[in-house]
Structures are given as C-alpha cells and as structure tokens.
C-alpha cells in the first residue's frame, strides 16, 4: 500500500507541477489524466502489488526411497502416489538422493531419504510443503525447519517377520594367525523375528556361527564371532549372514565385508601392565588405521600373550615385532626392551603412566600442536579427571594440558616430536575413564587416540597410494579414501566389479587428499564387489545395499510439522496488462483533450 501512495503522491504532484507552471490550471480533467498516467508509470516503475497477498501454493513431496518395496506392501507404493496427486498442487517434487520435480516412477529406487534438500528449496520458495512418506527418514529433525502450513502424510506398512544384519565392527585388517572378533548388530522388523543362527562366511565355508535369539519388534542384539584367520596374505571378501524362520526380506540378511590379511603386522602394540587404558587404546587403533596390527600382553614377568587368541608368546619374539614395525607402541614400562627411541625403527608411541597414584587433574585445553584440527572442539569442561606423569623434556610441541583442580598447577599429558622421526608420549593414566562415561566423553577419547595414531602414520602405514578407510559402506552413502604411504596430494584409483572382471568397464578415480587429514571422498557407488588398483598394491572395496532395506521404526508421523514463515505472494503491477492500457489511453486521451482547448 505504501508504494501505491508514494506512486499516486508523485503522480500528482508532478501533474500539479506542469500544469500550474504551463498556464494551465484550469484544465482539469487533462491534469487528473496525466495523474492518473504518471501514478501507474511510478506504480510499474516500483513494481507495486497489484492486488490482495495470497498464500502460495504448497509443493507436493513424495519419498521415492526404496524402502516402500522393502516394505512388502505392493498397494502401498500406489497409495503414496494416489495421496501426493490428491493434494492438486502444481509441482510434484521426488524426494531421495537429491529433491528434483517430476512424474511418480513405476518403482521407487532412491538409496536414501534426505528432507533437508526440500527444506532448503521450500524455504528458498517460502512454499509449504505436502510430503508423503513411509516414516523412514534420515534426518527427520530438518522437517522442523519447513515453512508453516506444511504436513506430513505417513503411510504404514504390514508389519512382517524380518532379521537383518545392520552393521559389523570389527578389524578391517589382521595378520596371518591371528584370532579376529566381529561384532555383529542384528535388528528385527516391526513383527519381530524368529530364532536362528548368523554365520561367517568365507565364499561358500562357513568360518564361525552362533546362534540368534528371537527379537521383539524394532529390536537389536549383538552378537560377537570369533574365528582365527589362515591361509595366504591377500583381501579377503567376508560376509555375514543370519537366517531365521520366517523372514520376510532376504535382501538384507546379507553384509558382506573385505579383511585385508597381512604376512607381518603394520602396527605392534605391547603393554607391560595391561588395563583398561591399554585395552581400549587398542581398539582405537585397530579401528583408527584399518592396517594389520597385533597387540601382546605381559601377564607376568617374562610371560607375554597376544591378544585375542591369549596364546604364549616368546618375549623375544615380542621384541622383534617391536622393532621391526612401522608403528610401534609401548605402554606402561616403555624402556622393557630397552631404550624405545633406539630398538624401533618406525613411528613410535609411548604410554608412560605414573608409578604411583597422585592427584587428580583435568584435561583443560589443546595448544597449538599437529594435533589441534582433531582436539579443538573437545568437550574439555566435561571430561573425568586423569593422572599425569612425568612428561619429556625433549618434546618438540605439547598436545592436551591438564590442570589440578582449583590449582594453576598444570602439566601435559599428550605431547610429541617430529624429527628424525614421529614420537608420541602420553604421560597420563585414567583416560579410559572418558570411554567408560560414554558419550560426548567416549567420543573426545575416541578423537584423542584416534589423532595420535593419525598423525603417528602420517608417513607411513599402506603401501597402496590409496585404499578405502572402511571394511564396507552402503549404496547411497560416499566413499571414504585414505592415504597410503604416498605423500602426494593427489592418487588414482582404478575400480573394477569383482564379479566379471575381464567384462565389466573401469571407472578411474582422482583422489585429492586435503592438507594433514590424509583421506577424500568420493561419490557413493552401485551395490556390488569392486577390485581397486592402485600403484603399490590392489584391494577390495564392498558396497552394500542401501539403508532402506533395512527394518526400521517409522520416525515420522502424519500432521503439521514447520515453523518457519511461508511467504505471502500478491500479483505485482509489471505482471498486469490492465495497467499498461490504461496509461497508454490516459496519455492519448489527455494529448486528445489538450489540443482540443489549444494546449500544446
């Protein structure tokens, strides 16, 4: 309204102004027409509204994930489609991989639900939205964000009997010999699952099985396998596969995994006092690298045993895998073999705890290190305390500080050297105790380890240029690279379907790795087996099925959902034809009227 004053203002005052200063004042029906011309010429100028605000439209969004298919309903697909029809809006949006306008597929393929990329075009429109989904979203905290006036149409399945193995944690390497745990996670669909067994396999030998107790609906167990790796070094295709009575879905009773087995270990781990300390840094580092590695125990003096299989182990045999590997690290009495800096040849950690207990400190801050990207975000006001030791006099930076409680008292815990080689030395006792409280506390351990370990491998830990940072990924989610013992910044991959190798094309990947972190990413790929090759060596790469087979409990529900301000559209004057004429026919008419009177 306010543009439509300014514009009649102008307008009149300018239609004042010439005809006043031109002699004629008393023309008054040629002075109201060059107003009411002049007013529209300002009013399109100023693209004023050209009538009430009215809402806009709603989008219609239908998930085209392929979880409607895992769902066993064949009308349930077609229900969707009727539903997103039915709300007569002018754009139908696709919702999965990416948000894209178009007509409803036959079958629903999309490997993911993502809303926030129709958060952001709903928002970007000021639009609200329809959208018709199954439940299974991956990120349903963003349909908050909607524009007000949205909602949400949650269409539910049967539920049926159905097991499926979710996820496996375990090493994604191993040495010759060596006795691996996996952990398998196995969740049941909304009708729960009977009792069965899941295996380990190895093509068609089944490595390991156990047993698999019925599950209540939507629930999951974990079940632990153990088996003891043979045969010749080389990748290894790994699979898991649980059967019950009764499943309703066979698609996803199957993860398969690859197991990189070594001749020799890439990292040596030894503790002199094994504790939880000892343990859970461990298993940090067998997660962290994804390379060979091999850890022994002393139990008593001069009695050493490996972990996992707790078989005896000759202490000289101990030394010998100390000093030859390319990462070693000794915990708790470091100078066992003897001077560390001089029987090792690799990167080199050093878990120094104190000899006796003190007081307690906190971990207060990260100072500027080589491990700062890694521990600037730490939860530092919320982690338990520890018991720092003599820290080294030769250390070239300094980690993580720690403070005594209400005392300016500070001494490091994690600090290191570069030159001539990588050395770290935790000089503290007590971090597990920040696993233990799980949460944002076992995560900062997970970070602490995880960024030591990194950095000590920096230089050398894969001889492959590149290889892939996990055992296994699903289709729909990226490929995570890491850096081998390559320092350039850039390394090519050539991918191959393992299935028919001498048939099946090769795609080539650049990867660019960016500054310390030492991994890229790469877009997600087709579910399959893919041979990689690389300069130093070659691997495998498993992709399995998507998310969306997997049983999951619907995280949406049917009603309004958004709080964000929808925009309020009114037509605007340069759209209206109406407005042209009439300024056009005031001017003729006015031009008309004065030649009549004899104005020029």
Not at 164 to 172: E, F, K, L
């Amino acid at each position: 309204m306010l543009i439509w004053l300014i514009a009649i203002v102008a307008g009149s005052a300018l239609a004042v102004a010439q005809y006043h200063f031109g002699g004629a004042a008393h023309a008054r029906v040629p002075l109201a027409l060059r107003a009411l011309a002049v007013t529209i010429i300002v009013a399109l100028l100023l693209d004023a509204p050209g009538g009430p605000s009215r809402r806009a439209r709603p989008y219609a969004a239908l998930d085209a994930s392929a979880s409607w298919i895992a769902a066993g309903d064949s009308s349930l697909w077609s229900r969707a489609v009727h539903s997103a029809d039915s709300v007569g809006a002018d754009t139908l949006l696709l919702l999965g991989d990416s948000v894209r306008a178009g007509s409803a597929p036959k079958t629903p393929v999309d490997r993911v639900t993502r809303v926030a990329p129709l958060v952001e075009r709903a928002l970007g429109a000021g639009r609200a939205v329809v959208f018709v989904t199954d439940g299974r979203v991956d990120d349903p905290e963003r349909l908050a964000d909607l524009p007000s006036g949205s909602t949400v149409i949650a269409l539910e399945g049967k539920s049926r009997l159905d097991a499926a193995v979710i996820s496996v944690d375990g090493p994604a390497a191993a040495v010759v010999g060596d006795t691996v745990e996996f952990n398998a996670v196995i969740a049941s669909g909304g009708a729960g699952s009977h009792a069965g067994r899941i295996s380990l396999m190895q093509g068609s030998v089944a490595l390991v099985s156990a047993p698999v107790d019925s599950l209540a609906s939507y629930a999951e167990r974990t079940v632990r396998l153990r088996t003891q790796i043979g045969g010749a070094p080389g990748a290894r295709l790994l699979k898991l596969v649980v059967s019950t009575d009764g499943d309703a879905l066979a698609a996803n009773d199957t993860l398969s995994f690859a197991l990189d087995v070594a001749r020799g270990a890439s990292a040596v781990f030894a503790s002199t006092a094994p504790d939880e300390d000892a343990r859970y840094a461990l298993d940090v580092l067998r997660g962290t690298l994804a390379v060979p590695t091999r850890g022994y125990f002393r139990v008593a003096p001069g009695r050493w045993v490996q972990d996992g299989s707790l078989t005896v182990v000759a202490e000289d045999e101990v030394r010998r895998s100390i000093a030859e590997a390319p990462l070693a690290v000794i915990h708790g009495d470091t100078a066992v073999f003897g001077p560390p800096r001089t029987f090792t040849r690799g990167a080199l950690a050093l878990i120094a705890p104190p000899a006796q207990k003190g007081d307690d400190y906190y971990a207060v801050g990260a100072p500027p290190s080589p491990l700062l990207a890694a521990l600037g975000g730490l939860p530092w006001d919320s982690l338990p305390p520890v018991e720092p030791g003599l820290a080294p006099r030769d250390a070239d930076w300094v980690a993580v500080t720690s403070r005594r409680a209400r005392r300016m008292d500070e001494r490091p815990i994690v600090s290191g050297s570069s030159k001539p080689r990588r050395v770290a030395v935790v000089s503290a006792s007590g971090l597990w105790r920040w696993k233990f409280r799980g949460g944002r506390s076992a995560d900062a351990f997970t970070a602490l380890w995880g960024s030591v370990f990194d950095w000590l491998t920096g230089d050398a830990t894969d001889v492959r240029a590149a290889h892939p940072a996990v055992a296994w990924v699903r289709a729909g989610e990226s490929v995570r690279w890491r850096r081998g013992s390559a320092r350039d910044s850039i390394a090519t991959v050539v991918l191959r379907a393992a299935a028919t190798p001498a048939a099946s094309r090769a795609d080539t990947l650049q990867l660019r790795f960016a500054g310390e972190t030492g991994v890229a990413d790469t877009p997600p790929l087709a579910a399959g087996v893919y041979e990689t090759h690389t300069a130093g060596g070659d691997g495998l790469l498993v992709v399995n099925g998507s998310a969306e087979w997997l049983p999951r409990k619907p995280m949406v529900h049917s009603g309004a959902v958004g709080s964000a301000a929808a925009a309020d559209r009114a037509p605007r004057a340069r759209s209206l034809w109406w407005l042209y004429a009439i300024a056009l026919l005031a001017l003729c008419t006015e031009w008309y009227l004065r030649r009549k009177i004899g104005l020029r």
